[in-house]
């Protein structure tokens, strides 16, 4: 008869203990994975960040040489002030995107201008935007490498239970603007 009360006991505690387990398990994961797509988002609004720390210097710089260039400058304050005021992430990116294409149409407007091309200060501020475009490719991809991952396992079984169980919802990735698939024209 003890016997038999040990075994069910045992029982018992696997049939109740595996579960936990499982959930524990599974809900400590999603924790680490969803920290893990916030700390690469912070990466991502950091080299942002810088961008738009770098913009007024280069418009500035600009600007000395192309002043009836209005309508560049007007949009790359407007986007800086929006950047500013954006909350989610979502917006953050928007802003980011429509920022891309006016830099672009901003170095179009310094292509014009052959001395502002020599000039020391324009040159160092390109070089610094350019590293910073760089910094800001490699956030953007190891952010979504991170959403990825983190999505992938909300997604699968037994995860999708307890993922869905505790409200771990799937994340957006970082994607490219519209006007990156149509390439610029470059006239000489």
């Known amino acids: 008869m003890k016997k038999k009360l040990i075994i069910t006991g045992i029982i018992l505690l696997i049939i109740i203990a595996l579960p936990f387990s ?4 599974n809900y400590n994961n999603f924790v680490g994975l969803q920290e893990g797509v916030d700390a690469q988002w912070a990466n991502v609004e950091t080299v942002l960040q810088r961008r738009f720390d770098l913009i007024p210097n280069l418009v500035n710089t ?11 400058f007007t949009e790359v304050t407007r986007l800086r002030s ?13 802003v980011a995107n429509e920022m891309q294409g006016a830099l672009g149409r901003l170095m ?34 190891r952010y979504n490498e991170s959403v990825r991952g983190y999505n992938t396992s909300v997604r699968k079984f037994p ?15 970082f994607e490219a603007a519209q006007e990156a698939a149509t390439a610029p024209t470059v006239q000489f």
């Open 82 to 94: 929006q950047w500013a005021s954006a909350g989610t992430a979502t917006e953050k990116v928007g």
């Open 159 to 173: 995860g999708v239970l307890i993922a869905n169980l505790f409200g771990f919802d799937k994340r957006e990735a």
């Open 108 to 141: 179009l407007v310094a292509e014009n201008y052959p001395q502002l091309k020599s000039n020391q200060n324009f040159l160092a501020l390109q070089d610094e935007l350019s590293g910073t475009e760089n910094r800001i490719s490699v956030e953007r991809r």
């Open 62 to 72: 600009v600007k000395g040489f192309a002043d009836h260039e209005k309508g560049v």
């Open 22 to 25: 499982m959930v524990k398990r």
